[in-house]
């Protein structure tokens, strides 16, 4: 029985990850039979001349086989003598960045692969970045395709040095750097012969001998509480994993963020009873007295950890969407779950160099310095003291993505909340919060030309679709806000103006607004889209010709129009100029209601 | 850590961290449990996880009606000795069909097993379904999260898949959605193997080698486990000691002439295995790829 180590390979495209951890199992033996001959028959179709290819060991997604590329992660398990291995393989491309910082969160190694012809690249620098990030502490570089420059001892060593350097710009702690042929196998798993100059461990044998268990932890017991175990009245327990350090029964125990302690009376190591437990141990802790105590609770001995609802993070932002600072998350830290909100984004770090750059937007696959603020206090630490309570993930409150994660740099006092008060709630903050952009949808037709009823579907789709929106129409305006309006010319241009005027407010509060009037005149609708901003108008124009409207007449206003018993009665006694330049232009006479909808969704695709 | 914390101690811990945070996180879980050693494996840690209360979700085995008679008795019997709740769901209507694994091909894996399962789910409206799937099984499964998002159709879109990273598991979805949880996920075949030695979890004794009537039959040694099965012209039952590596619809399940009949043998034979588990499943053979196609549609 021996210990597990977790590790990643990751490099550039072309690196051959894949093609060094195949050969790994190939030559170790560790390739079941029926594998090790599907590979063989693979590779016959394959492009090395009907050599091995061991990299389609580990390109498994159909898409990945086709394109030649990795663009997830794919877990490895082997087992040797001395240790049981998880290898993630990760994709080098860019545009996965986010996929290979899942496959760095979860190992304690990281194996980097340096293509020897071309020493280390942008790509090297990010991955190592990432790595660093997420919170490896022990990376090897492999210089692989040793065997394109003959081996040569002198490229290697300035290749080498160039690691160092690397190594020193980021401070990464542990480093060791293995000349290899990933093809040919060279220092692979057996020492190699063309490189008799290198005479430290082989791939297989540093990994199999390293020891990644950090010695700067800290020490004292630390247990985020996961659920509260009762089965019946009689017994309440704690139940979690143990983060750090080690608890016994009698050991004074404090839980956060209450503060309040107790003695732990008894400890369940799953379903035993035991009087000792230590890190890694999944426990069941019962206390001397009733406290409170709930999932996202933390119990502890001897371990500062942070109590509050600030700190600034380092975040991998990783949605298709971009980040805004006001931008509102469920942050998952620890075991709590907890609305949080980005309050600054303090600048970005180019992800390839590392320089710091002014930002206020993120892109996907962007590294960013940010002040996060959260709904209540909770527990948490800073990374590097604990990795389980530094670290956490943002979830789109929408679409429920995982858009971010991050790493707890430092914590931030109530006296430092400062950012608050120097930021404005902008339009843009409001908008982000709800996860939208505020728009004017205008409609505009004659009587019975059926905006209303197109605006109100319309409304509800959006709806669905968990926009926040805002129906004005006559009912809701000309009843109250415009009840001191007539219809001659003076009122109708002051009544189209105050509708412009509340559409605007409730844009800057983030709403997304459908109006549903006649608005006959163009000088009209034109004021109305210079108030709104013509960027966030929408002009719908309801085409319904004129015979179809008097046809339905489903308020009887036509005949008495035509009665000569409604002055100035669009369509009939006054005109109604239409739109130039609509954005859409629907004919209920020609079209369902569920068509016009479902165009009218299409439309609004580009501007959502 | 403690110094003799060793890498199943690793991985059980891992397990039962993913089984708590779905209990507490999502709303109406079940536990898949298809009666085969890595379900075993599973319910045991599942048992582990809450003592000493009671795992607080339902298990569910989708039944084809075509599985070993032995794993129906052990499936009873577990659900008994364990005090657990085991709903067991099969696709009527597809049975009034008379769909059967002889004349309907894949199409019998897609109805009884992939359309009972999305039928049952749907039917009980669970949010999440733990399944006992591992890594190492097949190589689309190297891929999946463990916390794999479902949509309202429950399939899987393997090229969008949320991050996950540390042990910060998103467990959120809208109305409809669903999450598959493979607790396992990072289980070899070995480990499952030496878990059960260790903690002496009673698996179906299909897995020991016995004395069984069998029929070879396209490559694979099928067994005759009751009179459903048709024999082709040129087969006759044989009585050979065989065992199984996995279990599934006894006629789709190839067994290993073996004489290990205890949990040491198989592990030594396991060890020294030259074909990996799932060659002995014959859906699997298949092109490479069909396990991906079969996931995106809903498969487990």
């Known amino acids: 029985m021996n210990s597990l180590l977790k590790f990643i390979t990751c490099g550039s495209v072309d690196d051959g990850k894949s093609t060094l951890i195949g050969h790994m199992l190939y030559d170790a033996k560790l390739l079941f039979a029926d594998q090790e001959r599907a590979l063989e028959l693979d590779s016959k179709v394959g492009s090395r001349e009907g050599q091995i290819d061991y990299s389609l060991l580990l390109d498994g997604l159909m898409a990945e086989r086709e394109q030649g590329i990795t663009i997830d992660v794919a877990y490895r398990y082997f087992t040797t003598e001395l240790r049981s291995f998880i290898v993630a393989d990760t994709p080098g491309h860019e545009e996965y960045t986010r996929n290979m910082a899942v496959g760095a969160s979860f190992a304690d190694l990281a194996v980097i692969l340096v293509d020897a012809t071309k020493g280390i690249l942008v790509q090297t620098r990010r991955h190592a970045r990432i790595c660093a990030l997420m919170g490896i502490r022990h990376f090897v570089f492999a210089v692989n395709k040793m065997d394109l420059i003959q081996f040569n001892e002198k490229a290697y060593i300035k290749i080498e040095k160039d690691i160092k350097k690397l190594a020193i710009d980021l401070d990464l702690q542990h480093v060791e750097v293995i000349p290899v042929s990933a093809t040919e196998g060279d220092n692979v798993t057996l020492k190699s012969t063309n490189m008799p100059w290198y005479q430290r461990k082989t791939l297989l044998q540093y990994l199999e001998t390293v020891n990644v268990e950090s010695s700067e932890e800290e020490a004292g017991f630390v247990m985020p509480v996961q659920r509260v175990c009762r089965p019946n009245h009689t017994f309440r327990g704690f139940q979690g994993q143990i983060e750090s350090g080690s608890v016994a029964v009698g050991d004074e125990i404090t839980v956060l963020p209450s503060g309040e302690k ?140 995982t858009s971010a994660c991050g790493v707890v740099e430092h914590s931030l006092r109530r006296s430092e909340n400062l950012t608050w008060q120097e930021m404005d709630i902008t339009r843009d903050v409001r908008a982000a919060k709800m996860g939208q952009k505020p728009l004017t949808l205008w409609f505009t037709g004659l009587s019975g030309s059926g905006k ?71 000088s009209d609708r034109e004021r109305a889209k210079d108030i709104i901003g013509r960027d966030n108008f929408v002009e719908i124009y309801v085409s319904t010709p004129l015979e179809e409207c008097e046809r339905r007449d489903v308020k009887g206003l036509y005949k008495k129009a035509r009665a000569g018993k409604i002055p100035n009665f669009t369509g009939i006694s006054s005109p109604y100029e239409p739109p130039v330049s609509a954005d859409v232009v629907i004919d209920t006479s020609k079209q369902t209601l569920e068509e016009a909808v479902s165009m009218l969704l299409e439309k609004l695709e580009s501007y959502l | 850590m403690a110094d003799n914390y060793t890498h199943l101690d690793a991985l059980e811990a891992e397990a039962i961290y993913i089984i708590r945070e779905v209990a507490a996180e999502c709303e109406k879980p079940v536990m898949l449990y298809s009666i085969g050693k890595d379900s075993s494996v599973m319910l045991h840690l599942a048992m582990k996880a809450f003592y000493p209360e009671k795992p607080p979700f339902p298990f569910m085995h989708i039944d084809t009606t075509w599985k070993f008679h032995e794993m129906i008795e052990f ?43 999305k039928q049952a789910l749907d039917k009980y409206g669970f949010t999440a379904a733990f399944g006992g799937g591992r890594r190492d099984e097949e190589k689309s499964r190297a891929k999946e999260r463990i916390f794999s998002f479902r949509n309202a159709s429950h399939a899987w879109d393997p090229k969008n898949q949320r991050p996950e990273m540390w042990k910060q598991y998103n467990t959120q979805i809208n109305k409809g959605e669903s999450m598959r949880v493979f607790p396992i996920s990072n289980w070899t075949e070995k480990d499952i193997w030496q878990y059960i030695a260790r903690e002496k979890i009673d698996i179906v004794p299909l897995y020991f080698a016995k004395e069984r009537p069998v029929v070879y039959r396209d490559g694979n040694i ?36 073996s004489t290990a009949d205890t949990l040491e043998a198989i592990v030594e034979e396991t060890l020294g295995a030259v074909n990996s588990e799932r060659t002995s499943r014959v859906i699997d053979h298949e092109a490479a790829g069909s396990m991906e196609r079969r996931k995106r549609e809903g498969y487990f």
């Open chain 2, 222 to 257: 099928i067994m005759v486990d009751d009179d459903r099965l048709r024999l082709l012209p040129g087969e006759k039952v044989e009585y050979k000691s065989v065992r199984f590596r996995t279990l599934g619809c006894y006629p789709l399940t190839g067994g290993v002439e």
């Open chain 1, 262 to 401: 107790a003695v732990v009376q008894t400890v369940l190591m799953t379903d035993k009873n035991v009087s000792e437990a230590h890190k890694g141990n999944p426990v069941t802790i019962q206390l001397n007295r009733e406290i409170d105590v709930s999932r996202g609770c933390v119990l502890v001995k001897d371990a500062g950890l942070i109590v509050s609802n600030m700190f600034t993070a380092s975040i991998l932002w990783m949605d298709d969407a971009e980040l805004v600072r006001g931008k509102n998350f469920i942050a998952k830290i620890g075991t709590k779950s907890i609305p949080a909100t980005i309050m600054d984004i303090k600048y970005k770090i180019d992800i390839n160099s590392g320089e710091q750059l002014a930002a206020t937007k993120l892109y996907k696959n962007e590294i960013a310095v940010c002040d996060i603020a959260l709904s209540e206090e909770v527990v948490y630490d800073t990374f590097k003291s604990h990795k389980g309570l530094g670290a956490f993930i943002l979830i789109d409150r929408v679409s429920h993505m």
């Open chain 2, 75 to 117: 499936r009873d019997r577990m659900a008994r000795e364990k005090g657990i709740e085991m709903l067991v769901y099969t696709n009527e209507e597809a049975v009034a069909q008379g769909i059967n694994p002889f004349d309907h091909g894949s199409a019998y894996t897609d109805i009884m097993k992939t359309q009972a399962l």
């Open chain 1, 452 to 522: 209303s009823t197109l605006a109100n579907e319309l409304e509800k789709a959006l709806s669905l679709r968990g926009k926040y929106t805002m129906l004005l129409d006559g009912d809701n305006v000309r009843m109250g806000l415009n009840s001191n309006l007539g219809f001659d010319e003076e009122d109708r241009i002051e009544n189209i103006r105050r509708i412009a005027e509340v559409s605007k407010l409730m844009n800057d509060a983030g709403l997304i607004v459908l109006t549903s009037f006649i608005s006959p005149y163009q």
